[in-house]
């Protein structure tokens, strides 16, 4: 009876989620041929106007702080590799030349940069000056965050806490799993859920990266100098089978497969 029960509301479960779900696919293949379809439960538009929202605070806090946009030769050269990337993307999504893309440097010691739902980006001048990036390797960390917006990771990360959160809050109710219980559940849950496609979100992003920097001109092959510079500035780094992003070994090997598979769009764009 116990074993019945849980099916009818393993069931049950299931069929919630599925009701607010929906498969997508939010870019081309391109040439790297990134073609998975991506379960959604929160519309594009909801979590766009959120990232937008997001960003005001986080270019408000700065400019209080003084640490929006200091160094004008340093935005003019971010800028402006943005641009020929962003004029790129309508190859994985022409919807693109739609957004409203903003580009900020925040002066700040963090190796770090991310592209919002929407178009909105941020690269760290820690990144920048620390690591000594030229330009081809500010391309491969921006195409790498722009690809992130283009496959719309953070709206499928959203749906899949959703999704998640409704499954343990009715298994919960239902079985009477006391707060220990429904701890392990959320564990559970999250290694399962949100770990694997957290490294899958990180491979997509890495693969459409590199043929963003391709198509825009810029040398693909740095994006594995990019990641060799920032694996020396790492204290040590988790298991891959519990860290977000791929092991260093896996994710370098991969690099170099797709700069190869992406350099005659390079070299197109440089003629």
């Known amino acids: 009876m116990k074993n019945g029960l849980r099916y009818c509301i393993a069931a049950l479960i299931a069929g919630f989620i599925a009701v607010g779900c929906q498969t997508v696919q939010t870019t081309r293949g391109g040439t790297v041929g990134v073609e998975r379809g991506q379960m959604m439960m929160v519309s594009a538009e909801e979590v766009e106007q959120a990232s937008s929202k997001q960003y005001a605070e986080v270019l408000a806090e700065a400019r209080k702080k003084n640490a929006l946009n200091r160094d004008p030769r340093q935005v003019a050269r971010v800028r402006a590799i943005a641009s020929r990337l962003v004029s790129q993307a309508t190859a994985f999504r022409p919807d693109t030349g739609d957004w409203q893309w903003e580009v900020n440097v925040l002066s700040s010691d963090q190796l770090n940069a991310w592209c919002m739902a929407g178009g909105k980006m941020a690269i760290y001048s820690g990144l920048i000056e620390q690591l000594q990036l030229s330009d081809d390797e500010i391309a491969a960390v921006m195409g790498h965050e722009i690809a992130h917006a283009l496959r719309e990771h953070s709206r499928e990360q959203v749906s899949k806490a959703m999704a998640t959160g409704l499954g343990i809050s009715v298994a919960g109710a239902l079985l009477g799993v006391g707060e220990v219980g429904q701890d392990l559940m959320g564990m559970v849950a999250k290694v399962t859920f949100e770990l694997p496609n957290s490294r899958l979100h990180e491979v997509e992003a890495d693969r459409i990266g590199v043929e963003l920097a391709a198509r ?39 690099l170099a497969e797709y700069a190869a598979r992406v350099m005659p769009l390079y070299e197109a764009a440089k003629r």
């Open 216 to 254: 825009a001109g810029y040398d693909p092959r740095a994006a594995v100098r990019l990641w060799d510079k920032m694996a020396s500035r790492a204290s040590g780094s988790p298991p891959q089978w519990l860290s977000t992003h791929p092991a260093h070994a896996n994710r370098q090997k991969d």
